[in-house]
């Protein structure tokens, strides 16, 4: 039996971290640009555009993370794509984290006075210039704040990829819990590692909330 | 090659995929009312305990908030046996879900207690009530009042987490839907009935809550 010392456990899980970060950071990128589609759906003039993404963004949020994975998993197939554990995980989050930012920028949109539309109209822009150059920038750094605390959302959510065959940080975990039966120090360990990476996001998005207060 | 979904097996399955939902609601249920009274005495204690008290509540705060919570489950089912602990899944899941949305509801809890006027504390300690009188019969109420929208968004969103206790055996909805499809072979069909299941069961959850919380509250509650 081969033995584990400390840290032969430590730069494994370590090693193994790189993965949680690397789709934390693939699906926030994701979700953002996915979540900005769903946006413009969701804020547009059209009643039944509104509506889709309203559903849209219910279906994921009143739902399991953990079923949205599983049907990426076992559904992608049966449209004839192959899919892998990072395929399934990445497209599952990416859509997860879609639903969530659209519905954060939204309320950013939502704060916006009447008046910042009708400026931006009696400019003479068009739509489009005025959700780029007037609306946006502003629903976006009013929400500063709920966007990164989603990110620590995220990144505590890949946990659940472990699930579905993806070997990041707790799915590694299982395996050197199995090897050395010290579950206490292997789970302890990878809590660490998470809180090492989600607290100072979590001190970041109060500092900016604190901020946004003061103003 | 072409595949069609079959619900053919649905028929026999309702049975467990019911029996599975009710754990689910039991689960959610026990928590609540743990995690709620666990969060009562957090804030209030995070607010008038001794120093060392309050330093403690906000570290396990810290710690709750910003850990998965599979990885709090793990530690709790796998690790605390190492110590002498050893809980049933079910224990066990009904502990890590409490432990998690008291972290989170403590806070919010805070947050109602901080908005409730301290006028209110002042005129009832004049009318001659003791200060835990105040507390539970003045303040509390009033706390809950304004909280309850931010609470109920905490509960339905522990329902969904509580997907993941399936992970240590404990019979619940997903894995009724884990054995289900490890039966049929049929996976993606069984885990889309189940998460409209679930879908079902978080918008029956919000609207019950939202018509209770008016009733037993008053109005003025959303």
């Known amino acids: 039996m081969i033995e584990f010392t400390f840290w032969d456990i430590l730069r494994n899980l370590l090693l193994a971290a790189r993965w949680t970060v690397l789709l934390s950071l693939a699906a926030f990128v994701g979700g953002g640009v996915v979540g900005l589609v769903v946006l413009f759906f969701r804020i547009a003039k059209n009643k039944w555009s509104r509506r889709i993404a309203s559903g849209y963004i219910a279906l994921f949020q009143g739902t399991p993370l953990l079923m949205q994975l599983f049907l990426m998993f076992f559904g992608l197939p049966m449209l004839g794509l192959r899919i892998e554990p990072w395929t399934a995980a990445a497209l599952g989050l990416t859509l997860f984290a879609s639903a969530y930012l659209a519905e954060i920028w939204r309320s950013g949109v939502d704060a916006l006075p009447r008046g910042q539309w009708d400026a931006g109209a009696s400019l003479g822009l068009h739509y489009l210039q005025e959700l780029r150059l007037i609306i946006l920038p502003q629903a976006f750094s009013i929400t500063r704040a709920p966007t990164v605390g989603f990110l620590v959302q995220l990144i505590k959510s890949t946990a659940l990829t472990s699930i579905i065959g993806f070997e990041e940080l707790v799915r590694t975990s299982n395996a050197i819990n199995n090897a050395t039966f010290e579950p206490f120090k292997v789970y302890g360990l990878v809590a660490l590692i998470f809180f090492v990476m989600c607290f100072p996001l979590t001190q970041y998005a109060r500092s900016l909330e604190r901020r946004a207060a003061a103003n | ?222």
Not at chain 2, 38 to 51: E, K, T, V
Not at chain 2, 64 to 80: A, D, E, K, S
Not at chain 2, 172 to 190: G, I, K, N, P
């Open chain 2, 1 to 222: 090659m072409g595949y069609g979904l079959d619900f053919g097996w649905l028929a026999d399955a309702t049975g467990a995929i019911a029996r599975g939902a009710v754990t689910t609601i039991l689960l959610i249920v026990v928590t609540t009312l743990a995690g709620t009274f666990l969060s009562i005495l957090g804030a209030a204690g995070r607010r008038n305990g001794p120093m060392l008290l309050k330093r403690a509540i906000g570290v396990y705060v810290e710690v709750m908030r910003n850990t998965p919570f599979l990885v709090q489950l793990f530690f709790i089912f796998f690790g605390l046996p190492s110590i002498g602990i050893r809980l049933d899944p079910i224990l066990a899941a009904m502990l890590a879900m409490t432990l998690n949305m008291a972290a989170y509801t403590i806070e919010i809890v805070g947050a109602g207690l901080d908005a409730v006027p301290r006028g209110q504390t002042e005129a009832a300690l004049a009318l001659g009530l003791r200060p835990r009188q105040v507390f539970i019969k003045i303040v509390l109420p009033q706390a809950l009042k304004v909280i309850y929208p931010a609470l109920t968004s905490q509960i339905i969103i522990m329902m969904l987490e509580s997907a993941v206790v399936s992970q240590i055996a404990v019979r619940e909805l997903t894995y009724e839907a884990d054995m289900l499809q490890a039966r049929t072979f049929r996976a993606f069909e069984t885990y889309l009935v189940v998460t409209i299941v679930y879908l079902v069961l978080s918008m029956g959850l919000r609207r019950l809550l939202v018509s209770g919380g008016r009733r037993v509250l008053g109005a003025g509650v959303s």
